[in-house]
DNA sequence: ACAATGATAGTT
DNA sequence: ACTATCATTGTA
């Protein structure tokens, strides 16, 4: 028996993380996507493969949750589907990327904090060079600093984590040891700050804040 | 320590 | 209509 797709397609079919696998916690699913892979085809650009590092559990009942309150324009991608974006505007000036989790009617989701990319996206490549001081592996070492890369903003808010949407999530290629991933406190925030939500890969260069 | 920068949610 | 807030980041 044969496999009907090209080995050396950078899109393997049979990996590719599907909506049903997103119906659980995110406090279940946050922690399951440290390892997995994030691809992002550019807009006119290349197909950025990347590592998933960092990230953060947000809960129906959380007073940090963006759902908290209920459904508005903003979050409503939150409401609907699990494996669905959910993308919105920080301070002004950067935009942050969740994978919506459990059933439609549910607002809960994960944040992605930090990636580690295995290119560099050719609008950053001439400012890396440049500035002796950037490091090529804190390009996407936080979640404003993620979606600057791969050029996400409000426009892949609500889509399906999809090739078909130039966004999509793929399982882990290896097994993660539970040792090797931490389990903290999350950041930037105010209401329950006490709630261990965050979880980071600890051998990545690329975590936000270790 | 703080400015940049704009949408959002809660309050008059 | 007004205002405080914000799941951030780069520079000083």
Not at 16 to 23: E, T
Not at 194 to 202: G, I, T, V
Request: glycine letters at 6%; charged letters at 20%.
């Amino acid at each position: 028996m044969t496999n009907n797709f090209d080995k050396d397609s950078p899109i393997s079919p049979k990996s590719i993380i599907q909506p049903d696998w997103c119906d659980r916690p995110s406090t279940t699913i946050a922690p399951a996507l440290i390892g997995c892979q994030l691809l992002r085809q550019l807009p006119n650009g290349p197909l950025i493969r990347s590592t998933i590092v960092e990230t953060e559990a947000y809960a129906p009942g959380d007073p940090a949750c963006h759902a908290y309150s209920g459904k508005s324009k903003r979050n409503a991608a939150m409401f609907g589907p699990p494996g669905y974006s959910y993308v919105y505007l920080i301070y002004g000036m950067y935009h942050c990327l969740n994978v919506v989790t459990e059933a439609a009617g549910i607002g809960s989701a994960v944040l992605i904090r930090a990636l580690e990319l295995d290119t560099i996206p050719p609008q950053l490549e001439a400012k890396l060079e440049a500035k002796q001081t950037a490091k090529p592996h804190r390009i996407a070492a936080g979640p404003g600093k993620l979606c600057r890369a791969l050029e996400i903003n409000r426009d892949l808010d609500g889509v399906h984590f999809h090739p078909d949407s130039g966004i999509w999530l793929e399982h882990r290629l290896e097994p993660i040891a539970p040792s090797h991933i931490v389990q903290t406190t999350r950041i930037g925030i105010t209401k329950a700050a006490e709630a261990p939500w965050r979880w980071y890969l600890k051998a990545s260069k690329s975590v936000s804040k270790p």
